[in-house]
């Protein structure tokens, strides 16, 4: 229950936030394409829901959408060229979608694993031999875009170093977030726990991408700003209860409507200090 609802919190996060950054897209470097990896990072979410939401009819389907993601981190990778202005390689751009692209298509041609139970989960994705080269290159793409903002953030000065580094930032989180992904694939004996954190990658991105150049001056995406992260605070919090052991034993009817009464508490409880944080987090000197 907890990994299911930090999963479709952060889909529904990336969806708000992919709009929000297309709404804004003109202004920041770069930002379609971010826009399209958030609506990439969206697509890897529901791949990995859709069994726990249809059945099992709906894996072929599920590992379909699992299997963008490195053509997602292709993207991931351009977008932080063009971002801290190293895009004009054309050679590299094109390294990067062949890789990726490559990747992926062999991932959609070739079953790239099976789902199967993990750690009390019905439907954990498992990679086989062509997911694992599928995933080594989503995660090297991704490397790469990381190392492409970490150099331009040492290099930057004043207000671009932060908005780069706060970028990078982000992408650690994503990095940590999916150890959880990384230790169901190994079938590992722990539980995913890191994946309960993964609704507020995108807000983090985002926000970094955002913070300087619109974000200040736009009331609109401020308060997008700070409902995202109030969804994100409560599905930290609902996640966190879903998964205490007095929930499971109350069976599956009985423990959804508590865990949607321990939402309500924790919105209604942490709205003012919430909005109050996005407030502080957007104005300069916050």
Known sequence: MAIHVSLVLALLGSLLLAAVLARHAARV?????????????????????????????????????????????????????????????????????????????????????????????PFVATPNKVGWLASVAWGGLAALGTLVLLRAGMVARGLARRQVLAVAASSGWGAACMAGYAAAALRLDLYPWPLLGLPLYPLILVYGVLRYRVLVANAWARRALAWTLLGAVGALVVAGASAAPGFAALGPVASGVASGAVAALAFLALGGPVRWLAERLIYPGG
């Open 29 to 121: 470097p770069g930002a379609r394409r971010l826009v399209l990896f958030l609506l990439g990072v969206s697509a890897w979410i529901l791949g990995n829901e859709l069994p726990a939401l249809l059945g099992p009819g709906a894996e072929r389907a599920g590992l379909a959408l699992l299997a963008t993601a490195p053509l997602t981190s292709a993207v991931f990778l351009h977008f932080a060229l063009a971002f801290t202005g190293r895009g004009t390689s054309r050679g590299k751009i094109a390294a990067a979608y062949l890789a990726g692209g490559g990747a992926s298509l062999l991932a959609l041609l070739i079953v790239p694993g099976s789902f199967g139970p993990y750690a009390g989960l």
